[in-house]
């Protein structure tokens, strides 16, 4: 394979704004406990990320946070007629309404001390441009040896903007419930919310050649070598590490490189991409959520704090599926200039001493006994991912969500709620369902219930998916499709001399109900760097179907077709002529 050109000094794949409005990473600045990085172009004009301690429970108009524990009893008859005393059956449901802002004092105080070292026209003009965010709520439980154990409770994609409230809403099991519980009693209750925020930036100047030994990475160990296909960003760049110190994969620096760390998240970003695709958590086969949120919940050390180890590069709790690698032989790539690098940021916070302050208030921490099945009612919260937020601007008009509930008495419950732009700004009450008991008599069968979600696109598509049975306390609202990116690579110059004028790649795919066709044309004179595909697929839908054209300067064409689910088409590789 020949070498390929990834990227140009100043042309950047997946920019929206212009390099005036990308902040130069390599040259961050801590200021007045603010992470502060100089817009490209524009030494003056710096932007902030938001502070890692800005973390907090929303709080109502009256001071009083936004939070619920309930833990509820059901009846559960023992099995054993010599047992008077049993287990009875239940668990518990939290809600938290959290968010995460920066003090303007801290804004100021940052601007000022930039002001003292670099000169009085230095301005602090904004935020960084936060492009994806995800939280995890880690607590510290007991293990069966008494040992304290860091374990994920929820993760999911959170809202990206500063001040937007994020509503929490999950089920504990009654050991589980019972540990929480104790854990608010402390003094300091060991239960933390990160925020993850992703941004990007420009990276500094660098020059050097990539080697891939394909049949090397192939038999590595470095991903399980036929293990787990789950891993989480901190473990994939454990993995990228190990292939280079076994030479499966090597870079050589072509003059002074002073900031490797900018060229090797370079680096690992197009490895990433080639290997490995990016899956949510709850879309993993349950016997593999696990040990992936086990390896989360490895990374915090006492009191939610993460640990020294660098999570920058991936993030802490993404979560990737390695590809069923086809490749062979060798690859050689190039990389040159200023590239666009994905950085993350951490917000996080102790929930604080709420049962020291709210213990005794039914409205914060209450158990209810479930008994008198006649007046029990269910509630099922709905869930709405962070991702979802960001789709009403681009591709989704709205959402309906329908719960069915049929009863023991022959009667069936049948509610429905619209989600659109509109719905974050509603109360938390009305991100729920609730049905009551028509002569459910089985607590358990009871508690399950049906839902269908209907999903209206911009531009008039449709897409319905089949009723789901489900026991949960909370619906989690997930968009059933995916971005992707697919790059062309290649040589130019070899394909020039070679007598090629043009190049035409076309791709056509599945989304939901059509089939969608787009087409980009390359000539040797053109800048790779900005000819690619963005494309939205079924969250299942991973090849898309792809033909390329080469003409000749006498007319003659060379074509060829197939499948793609790399996101990397390669227009130098042209097959032999028949």
């Excluded at 008859?77 to 995460?100: C, H, R």
């Amino acid at each position: 394979m020949r070498a390929l050109i990834l990227g140009c000094v100043f042309l950047v794949l997946g920019i929206q704004f212009g390099l005036s409005q990308m902040i130069q990473l390599d040259k961050g600045i801590r200021m007045g406990g603010l992470w502060c990085f100089p817009v490209y172009g524009d030494s003056l004009n710096y932007k902030y990320l938001p502070s890692s301690d800005g973390g907090r429970i929303v709080v109502d108009d009256e001071g009083l946070p936004q939070f619920s524990f309930l833990r509820y009893i059901i009846e559960d008859p023992s099995q054993s007629s010599n047992n008077t005393v049993s287990q009875a059956d239940g668990g518990g449901i939290v809600n938290f309404l959290v968010e995460y802002s920066t003090d303007p004092q801290q804004i100021t105080a940052a601007e000022e001390g930039l002001k003292e070292q670099f000169g009085n026209d230095v301005q602090l003009n904004g935020a960084v441009l936060i492009t994806k965010a995800r939280y995890t709520l880690v607590s510290s439980v007991l293990t069966e040896d008494g040992a304290s154990k860091n374990e994920v409770l929820a993760t999911g994609e959170a809202p990206v903007l500063e001040n937007g409230q994020l509503a929490f809403s999950f089920d504990l099991l009654p050991e589980r419930s019972k540990l929480l519980l104790e854990s608010f009693k402390m003094a300091t209750p060991d239960i933390s919310i990160i925020f993850e925020l992703g941004f990007s930036g420009l990276s500094d100047y660098y020059e050097a050649d990539l080697h891939v030994d394909w049949n090397k990475v192939n038999k590595s160990k470095a991903f399980g070598a036929g293990g787990s296909i789950y891993f989480i960003g901190a473990d994939v760049e454990v993995g990228f590490d190990e292939l280079f110190q076994e030479t499966a994969i090597t870079l050589n620096t072509v003059g002074s490189n002073q900031n490797m760390e900018s060229l090797l998240n370079t680096v690992y970003d197009r490895l990433l991409a080639m290997m490995f695709k990016e899956v949510e958590p709850a879309s993993i086969p349950t016997n593999e959520q696990g040990g992936l949120m086990d390896a989360v919940g490895a990374l915090f050390g006492s009191s939610g704090a993460l640990n020294s180890r660098n999570l920058t590069g991936f993030g802490l709790n993404a979560s990737f599926k390695l590809k069923e690698l086809k490749s062979k032989g060798n690859a050689n790539l190039k990389f040159q200039g200023r590239s666009t690098l994905d950085r993350y940021h951490f917000v996080s916070f102790n929930v604080g001493d709420l049962y020291s302050k709210y213990g005794q208030d039914k409205k914060f921490f209450r158990d209810v006994p479930l008994y008198d099945k006649a007046f029990q009612q269910r509630d099922v919260y709905i869930g709405v991912d962070g991702s979802l937020e960001k789709e009403f601007e681009k591709m989704v008009n709205n959402v309906t969500v329908k719960l069915k509930k049929e009863h023991n008495s022959t009667e069936t419950t049948i509610k429905e709620i619209l989600v659109n732009k509109n719905f974050f700004q509603n109360s938390a009450d009305q991100f729920k369902f609730t049905y009551l008991n028509h002569e459910d008599h089985d607590m358990q069968e009871w508690m399950e219930y049906q839902y269908q979600t209907i999903w209206q696109f911009v531009g008039g598509g449709i897409f319905e998916s089949d009723w789901i049975r489900a026991k949960s306390a909370m619906i989690n609202l997930y968009t059933p499709f995916q971005r992707k990116e697919i790059v062309l690579e290649g040589d130019l110059e070899y394909l020039k001399e070679e007598g090629y004028r043009a190049i035409v790649v076309r791709i056509e795919y599945p989304f939901f109900n059509e089939t969608r066709k787009e087409s980009i044309s390359v000539r040797p004179t053109d800048d790779l760097s900005t000819k690619l595909f963005n494309v939205t697929l079924p969250l299942e839908q991973e090849d898309v179907h792809y033909s390329i054209t080469w003409v000749k300067k006498d007319g003659t064409r060379i074509q060829e077709e197939g499948n793609d689910n790399i996101g990397i088409l390669f227009i130098d590789e042209i097959p032999l002529e028949e």
